[in-house]
């Protein structure tokens, strides 16, 4: 993967709405109107939407896409390498396209929210297990779960403490 285009892609602002669109057209996936708008909406988010919530957006925008379409779909672009099962927990499996680039996630349990980002230190650990074991490193995932720490009770001191 293109690490400085997939990097700008993230920092630019506004996603190419086109982009899963041309990975499913490189791969022979025929492009029906259904499958374009689920490509778009994949291409749009900026979270992990699970497939009822890609419903939602898809249904959203068009009234006439069933559920079993989203899933039917998000099932083929799995197949096709285009987009990854994530399990952040939650009872259900969140989505992330491939051409994110490479990427590690912090999930907060409290809220679901999903943080993605890079750490060069966590890389070269990786390597360097792998070699202390005998292999070279071809792939890695990192998922961490965290809460953020509650904030300290203030005392509030009266005059007369």
């Known amino acids: 993967m293109d690490h400085q285009n997939d990097a700008a892609h993230r920092h630019e602002g506004k996603p190419d709405p086109s982009r899963i669109e041309r990975l499913c057209i490189e791969r022979g996936l025929k492009m029906t109107g259904q499958r374009r708008l689920i490509a778009r909406v994949l291409s749009e988010a900026e979270d992990h ?3 009822e919530e890609l419903y939602r957006r898809a249904s959203a925008l ?3 896409i069933s559920v079993a379409t989203v899933y039917r779909t998000v099932r083929l672009l799995e197949e096709k390498g285009i987009v990854e ?3 952040f ?3 259900r499996a969140r989505f992330d396209p491939t051409d994110r680039g490479h990427h590690h996630h912090l999930i907060d349990v409290d809220t679901g929210k999903v943080i993605e980002f890079e750490d060069p230190e966590h890389e ?3 390597r360097k297990i792998a070699e202390r074991l005998g292999f070279v490193l ?3 995932r990192l998922e961490l779960f965290g809460r953020r720490p509650a904030a300290a009770p203030t005392v509030k001191k009266g005059r007369g403490s």
């Open 49 to 51: 939407p699970d497939v």
């Open 62 to 64: 068009d009234a006439r």
């Open 85 to 87: 099962r994530r399990d």
């Open 89 to 91: 927990g939650g009872g």
């Open 124 to 126: 070269a650990l990786a």
């Open 138 to 140: 071809v792939g890695q």
